[in-house]
């Protein structure tokens, strides 16, 4: 199985049809989990990352459960992780699934066949109502059995262990929206996840435990307005969690007290998530976005996509008999990722011709030379033009993770360039999305040092010198896994030699035996047995042909016997001498042992009392 070597219009094709992407997957680091019964789907891990993989069509595809967007064939997974994990382009990807095939490579996983149209068509039809139902019911019990009957906070310790006062829980905007699950005797403090359909989920923490319910991610945790319900929204707060939508409030509200509601999305934000807060956007219509993300490289990322995903209200605009939200153009588009060492941030430029995209992309590109040039350590952004057509350019810019920093200083120039490019009827009078970050790791943190008595600096200065600690962490666990792949590839390199010293004292064993065993039949007693045994058997040839010819030449046809019995021993007799003729001349053809024939042709000349007396 053997990839074309040029830039065959088919060879993409037919990776996605010959590469199991299990075993691809696999090779990168990641580890099956569970697999369906018919081995139709399976789910695979990697330091907190979960895909799964499944069938589509003639090949298969993957899907990464906490980011929506990152899916597709074996092409797209090696685009995002090849190059250990810097990322490929389409050329690079060609040559790593080419080596990938000729380096021995999984046989492409079978799956069962599909169903043939007789025998869908023989199934019941499911009722789309029934199964939303069912759902639905599952939603519903697995929420009741967190949240009970009654859903109150009836438990704050929790949340007074995280530094969280009481005066901000009782403020109107987090009335109903902390409650205390009570399961199995066990306290847990309670953040549900809602979308426009109601309640979608349930986040669970305590000390040193966090869970969210098994249930499809498209729910986000929304607090009422700082000022009560049904007033006007301000400003919108976004973070990670709700313990920092609430230390956010208790550090920053009374500095600033526009009207605020907290959203937070319970870890990585899905694209339903992000789509749910725009549409809240575009319900509440606020004046400003804040981005109360965390201070690291994962954080820096969600920063990066709101501020490409997150509008302005949007206005609704008929369409047909209907209406639907009216987009903003986008001269200009970006999404980040990250794998475990390198974030990266792809650029699409839109344009109407490729001299009309020219000056955008050149501008970008001189940028990215001149905080390259001011950098100590040489240049840290890594530029590749991906793809360039008429209507679109495409960019991709990586950074190693703790230089993540400076691809969110790009991500803020790209967000004003992109106003810049729009209709002038379509541009923000004043920006609308605002980016604050805490002064140590995430706001929860703020809280804590602030409760010790550290003033901003002091705060500031004890982040720093946690985040280097953080960074150390990281360096050290990076050796140590170096240090274990080095180590893994010795013992590799180890059993290989050893297996390769193996094979060739077994080859010089073998030949040396068959030199001893040569060296033995040429001695002259070999020589001489062989012959004793060569003038035995045409003895016996010779013998049984005799008594043979003499009994057609006594020209008896038949021959009277006195009683069965006696005629039965005779027909025994010559019936045994015939067989043991016969073997011994097919032993003497297949050239096997002559002792051997020749001890068989005894023994069934002593059955039967006939032949030669040398051999009785």
């Known amino acids: 199985m053997n990839a074309p070597r040029g830039n065959d219009p088919n060879e993409l094709d037919q990776f996605k049809r010959d590469i199991d992407l299990v075993d691809y997957a696999q090779r990168h680091g990641y580890q099956v989990q569970k697999e369906g019964r018919r081995g139709d789907w399976h789910q695979l891990e990697k330091e907190g990352e979960v895909l799964i993989i499944s069938r589509k069509g003639d090949h298969q595809v993957y899907l990464n459960t906490g980011d929506d967007r990152d899916k597709g064939s074996v092409i797209d997974f090696a685009k995002t992780r090849g190059g250990d994990g810097h990322g490929l382009n389409l050329g690079q990807v060609r ?13 492409a996983r079978q799956y069962a066949p599909a169903p043939t149209v ?85 986040e669970q923490k305590n000390e040193n435990y966090k869970n969210l319910l098994p249930l499809p991610k498209n729910g986000v945790w929304v607090s009422h307005p700082t000022e009560g319900k049904d007033t006007k929204v301000e400003r919108i ?78 206005p609704l605009a008929p369409i047909a008999d209907q209406e639907a939200y009216k987009e903003a153009s986008r001269p200009v588009e970006w999404h980040a990722t990250s794998d475990k060492y390198h974030t990266a941030l792809k650029v699409t430029y839109h344009h109407d011709s490729t001299e009309q995209g020219a000056p955008q992309v050149q501008q970008l590109t001189d940028r990215i030379a001149r905080m390259n040039s001011v950098q100590e350590s040489g240049p840290t952004i890594d530029l590749e033009v991906q793809r360039s057509t008429e209507r679109e350019t495409v960019l991709r810019l990586s950074v190693a993770k703790a230089d993540t920093a400076q691809l969110e200083v790009i991500s803020h120039e790209l967000y004003r360039q992109r106003e810049q490019l729009r209709p002038e009827q379509e541009r923000q009078q004043e920006p609308f999305i605002r980016v604050d970050y805490p002064l140590a790791k995430d706001y929860n943190r703020d809280v804590e040092l602030t409760l010790q008595g550290l003033n901003a600096e002091q705060i500031r200065a004890q982040g720093q010198r946690e985040e280097l600690e953080r960074a150390a962490e990281r360096q050290q666990r990076q050796e140590q896994e170096q240090q274990q792949r080095l180590e893994q590839q010795r013992l590799q390199a180890e059993h290989q030699a050893e297996q390769n010293r193996h094979d060739i004292d077994e080859k010089q064993r073998q030949q040396k035996d068959w030199q001893e065993k040569e060296r033995q039949e040429n001695t002259p007693e070999a020589q001489q047995r062989r012959q004793e045994q060569d003038r035995q058997l045409s003895e016996a040839i010779a013998a049984s042909a005799v008594t043979s010819a003499a009994t057609e030449q006594s020209g008896a046809a038949f021959r009277s016997y006195r009683t069965e019995q006696e005629a039965a021993e005779h027909t025994a007799q010559f019936v045994a001498a015939k067989d043991a003729g016969l073997i011994l001349l097919k032993e003497y053809i297949n050239d096997n042992p002559r002792q051997r024939a020749v001890r068989l042709m005894k023994r069934r000349y002593r059955k039967s009392g006939t032949g030669p007396s040398s051999l009785r």
């Open 237 to 314: 707060v976004v973070s990670e969690s709700a313990i920092d939508s609430l230390s956010h409030y208790q550090l920053k509200h009374e500095q600033d007290q526009k009207n605020t509601m907290y959203i937070a999305t319970s870890g990585t934000p899905t694209e339903a998530q992000v789509a749910l807060i725009q549409r809240v956007i575009d319900k509440q219509e606020p004046k400003e976005i804040v981005l109360a993300n965390d201070r690291d490289a994962g954080g820096r990322q969600f920063n990066m996509n709101y501020l490409n995903e997150l509008h302005p209200a949007r």
């Open 118 to 202: 007789a025998r869908l068509n023989a199934l019941p039809v499911s009722d789309p109502n029934h199964e939303r139902q069912v759902e639905e019911d599952r939603k519903t019990r697995l929420i009741a059995e967190v949240l009970g009957v009654k859903k109150e906070l009836t438990d704050r310790s929790y949340l007074h262990g995280r530094g969280i006062e009481d005066k901000t829980l009782d403020n109107p905007a987090f009335q109903g929206r902390i409650f205390t699950a009570q399961q199995n005797g066990h306290k847990n403090t309670a953040f549900p996840l809602y979308n426009e359909q109601g309640l979608a989920s349930v």
């Open 95 to 107: 040559l790593e699934l080419r080596e990938y095939l000729n380096d021995g490579a999984a046989l």
